[in-house]
């Protein structure tokens, strides 16, 4: 959503966000953003191991922290930047309802 413009990790692996100018801890930020981080990390450790992209990415549950609106951005944001098919197993039904309502295609298997 644009609230943060940077993300570090320093050599003591402590993880820190820029916003407004602000270096702000991971250890102050909300569950959902160090979910968030914790997706952006893996996302870049995909692209870095992987560069010619094209990767499946599994994701278990790992969105239950997110508000409808940060959830709604992240799905966007994989189905329009990531190169490789998308796994989502979750106990939820806002992620099915949130791909309709952002007419983002996706196939539904339940369980």
């Keep these: 959503g644009g609230a943060y413009q940077e993300?570090?990790?320093?050599?003591?692996?402590n993880l820190s966000v820029r916003a407004d100018g602000r270096t702000v801890l991971a250890s102050s930020l909300s569950q959902?953003?160090?979910?968030?981080?914790?997706?952006?990390?893996?996302?870049?450790?995909?692209?870095?191991?992987?560069?010619?992209?094209?990767?499946p990415l599994l994701l278990d549950d790992c969105c239950l922290a997110y508000d409808d609106d940060r959830l709604a951005h992240t799905l966007r944001w994989l189905a329009e930047n990531y190169s490789g098919q998308v796994f989502?197993?979750?106990?939820?039904k806002r992620e099915a309802a949130l791909l309709k309502e952002e007419q983002i295609p996706f196939t539904l298997v339940e369980l």
């Design 7 to 13: 993300l570090s990790i320093d050599d003591s692996l």
């Design 32 to 55: 959902g953003t160090l979910e968030q981080i914790w997706l952006a990390l893996r996302l870049a450790a995909i692209d870095v191991l992987f560069p010619q992209g094209g990767m």
């Design 88 to 92: 989502i197993f979750t106990c939820q």
